[in-house]
Structure formats: C-alpha cells, structure tokens
C-alpha cells in the first residue's frame, strides 16, 4: 500500500502455488498474504471465530454458528458445501487475522467476501487482501465482475468496499450490493 493509504494502487500481485495445489497470494512489499484454507489452518481459523462470535452476530452473519468447533471447521474445508468456492485465510506474518472467500456465481461473476477479526479490524486487512482477491479473479480466474453484498448498517465494511473502488449498485434483501467490472474486459 502506498504511504497514502490508498486500497487502489497495487504492486506487482504474485500467486503461487504450493506442491499440495495451496493458493497463496501476496504482492511485493506487503505483509498481507492470502492463503486458501487447507485441514491444517482449522484450529486457527477456528480460535479467530470462537474469539469473536458475538461480534460476527451482531452483523447478521452466519459464521459463528456454522462452526461451533475446530472439527467443524476441518470438515468444511475437507468436504465444502460448494467446492468451486475459493476460501481463503487473511494472514499477516504468522497471524491469521480473518478471511476472504470468492464465490463463483453464474454469468462470469463472483461475489467477495470478507470478515475481519474485531481486534484486527482498522488495521486496513479487508481493503489490501480484497485487492490480492479482487487481481486474482479478473487476471486468474478471467471474471467479469466481482460483487460484495454488506448487511446495511455495517458502515465500517461499506466504506473499505467503496475505498477499494467497488459502486454501490443496489439494496435488496437488507443487503447493499456493490459490484466492481474487470477493466481488462
């Protein structure tokens, strides 16, 4: 990121993929990595969920009570609900500090999903990995559109949305959707 702190401008984005098929994502000069969540990442997946489920319920999401326990999350990894579903972990150093999903939807799109831990939350975590996410699915995976949708009243997740370039495009269902187009396209 640059010393603005502007989400737009990003170096030179690196994917790599590890003997197991793991994505990992990370860009040159910043410590935010996206890692795709394998069995072994559930126990720290799990302690960031445990350590802030009241916060993840306060925003009408569902996580929190999807995974009650760390075999709950192992499962989900090792036999996922939606298998073309891209589950990522947020690591910065050694710290998982939340997640980030993409999720294929029909039309060539995708919808992007973000959760920052409370106590990471300010640290701009969910702007600078939607960016290594947002690269990998227009340059990647080729999409033509990346969509988030935000509980309404979450003003903190609407302003990192709009900062990293995405336009709001709608309110349906208590949700606010926001869509961003491949400018490669």
């Known amino acids: 990121m640059n010393s603005e702190g502007s989400d737009q401008d990003t170096p030179k984005q690196e994917e790599h993929l590890t003997p197991t098929g793991r994505v990992i994502l990370k860009s040159e000069g910043e410590s935010v990595v996206l890692k795709q969540l394998i069995p072994e990442d559930a126990e720290n997946y799990f302690r960031l969920v445990d350590s802030d489920r009241a916060h993840l ?45 993409l999720t294929p939807v029909a039309e060539n799109r995708a919808e992007l999903g973000t959760w920052i831990a409370k106590k990471y939350v300010g640290n701009r975590y969910a702007g600078r990995a939607r960016k290594l996410l947002v690269d990998f699915a227009f340059n990647q995976l080729h999409l033509d559109e990346v969509f988030c949708e935000i509980t309404i009243g979450n003003g903190a997740s609407r302003k990192s949305v709009e900062r990293s370039g995405f336009n709001f495009t709608g309110e349906h269902d208590g949700k606010w959707t926001y869509t961003l187009k491949n400018p490669n396209k």
């Open 57 to 101: 319920s306060q925003l009408d999401d569902t996580t929190a009570a999807k995974y009650p326990t760390v075999e709950s999350v192992r499962e989900s990894i090792v036999q996922p609900t939606n298998p073309d579903k891209y589950r990522f972990g947020i690591w910065d150093g050694d710290t998982m500090v939340g997640s980030d999903n």
